[in-house]
C-alpha cells in the first residue's frame, strides 16, 4: 500500500488560507469516506481534527474544513493564526482492513 | 479523563525483539479498537495494524506481516505490540491510538505519548 501524496509545504501569512492535497487512488481516498486529517505540532502526538471526510470533532475550530473530489481529499485552513504551524497528515481506509497514511505537508506561517 | 499511556523508551540490538504496552483508562476498553502507528526520526507516520481488544483479532499491514504481534490484556485495560527481529531501521516513535468509534476504519481520537524504540549495535 503506497502512502497518499502530499505536498511537502505550505505556506501563508496571518489571517489567510492555506489549502493542503491529499491523493490517493480508487482504492483508499476515493473509494471510501474514512478520510481524516492530523496535526502534528513539534515533540506531540497526532491529533485529529477532520473525520470521515469533512467533520470536526468537538473542540475543533470552524477554520478547519475537509472535502473530497475523486481521489483527491483536501484539507483548508481558513484565518491561519500563528498556532496552526505544524506537520498535517491525511489518512484513508484502504479495503481488506488496510490503513494508509499521507506523506505529510509542513505548514508554516509566515 | 481518556487517556492512553505507553511504556518508557527501549533500546534493543538488531535482532532482538521489543515489546511497547498502552495502558487505556476512562473509558471502556473492549469498546474502541487500539491501532498503533509508528514515525521513524523527521519521517511521517507509517500504520502497522490493530487490534479489537474485545475479541482479540487484529490486522496487520503487509510489510509487518510475520513479525509483529498485537495483543492486549483486558483484566489491566492494556494492549501490547511486539515486534521481533529488529533492524536498525525499526528506529521510531511508536504510538498506540483508539478509533473514535468501534469500528477499525474510524479516524484516531485518542494517542498515546509516544514510545521510542531504538535499534543499535
Known amino acids: 500500500q503506497s502512502a497518499l501524496t502530499q505536498p511537502p509545504s505550505a505556506s501563508g501569512s496571518p489571517g489567510q488560507s492555506v489549502t493542503i492535497s491529499c491523493t490517493g487512488t480508487?482504492?483508499?481516498?476515493?473509494?471510501?469516506?474514512?478520510v481524516s486529517w492530523y496535526q502534528q505540532h513539534p515533540g506531540k502526538a497526532p491529533k485529529v481534527i477532520i473525520y470521515?471526510?469533512?467533520k470536526r470533532p468537538s473542540g475543533v475550530p470552524d477554520r478547519f474544513s475537509g472535502s473530497k473530489s475523486g481521489d483527491t481529499a483536501s484539507l483548508t485552513v481558513s484565518g491561519l493564526q500563528a498556532e496552526d504551524e505544524a506537520d498535517y497528515y491525511c489518512?484513508?481506509?484502504?479495503?481488506?482492513?488496510?490503513?494508509?497514511f499521507g506523506t505529510g505537508t509542513k505548514v508554516t506561517v509566515l | 479523563q481518556v487517556q492512553l499511556v505507553q511504556s518508557g523508551a527501549e533500546v534493543k540490538k538488531p535482532g532482538a525483539s521489543v515489546k511497547v504496552s498502552c495502558k487505556a483508562s476512562?473509558?471502556?476498553?473492549?469498546?474502541?479498537?487500539i491501532h498503533w502507528v509508528r514515525q521513524a526520526p523527521g519521517q511521517g507516520l507509517e500504520w502497522v495494524g490493530w487490534?479489537?481488544?474485545?475479541?482479540?483479532?487484529?490486522r496487520y499491514a503487509q510489510k509487518f506481516k510475520g513479525w509483529v504481534a498485537m495483543t492486549r490484556d483486558t483484566s489491566i485495560t492494556t494492549a501490547y505490540m511486539e515486534l521481533s527481529r529488529l533492524k536498525s531501521d525499526d528506529t521510531a516513535l511508536y504510538y498506540c491510538?483508539?478509533?473514535?468509534?468501534?469500528?477499525?476504519?474510524?479516524?484516531?481520537?485518542?494517542w498515546g505519548q509516544g514510545t521510542k524504540v531504538t535499534v543499535s549495535s
Open positions: 491510538a483508539r478509533t473514535r468509534m468501534m469500528n477499525p476504519d474510524d479516524a484516531f481520537d485518542v
Open positions: 476512562g473509558y471502556t476498553f473492549i469498546d474502541y479498537y
Open positions: 487490534i479489537n481488544p474485545s475479541s482479540g483479532s487484529t
Open positions: 480508487s482504492s483508499d481516498v476515493g473509494g471510501f469516506g474514512y
Open positions: 470521515e471526510v469533512s
Open positions: 489518512s484513508s481506509y484502504a479495503g481488506n482492513n488496510n490503513y494508509v
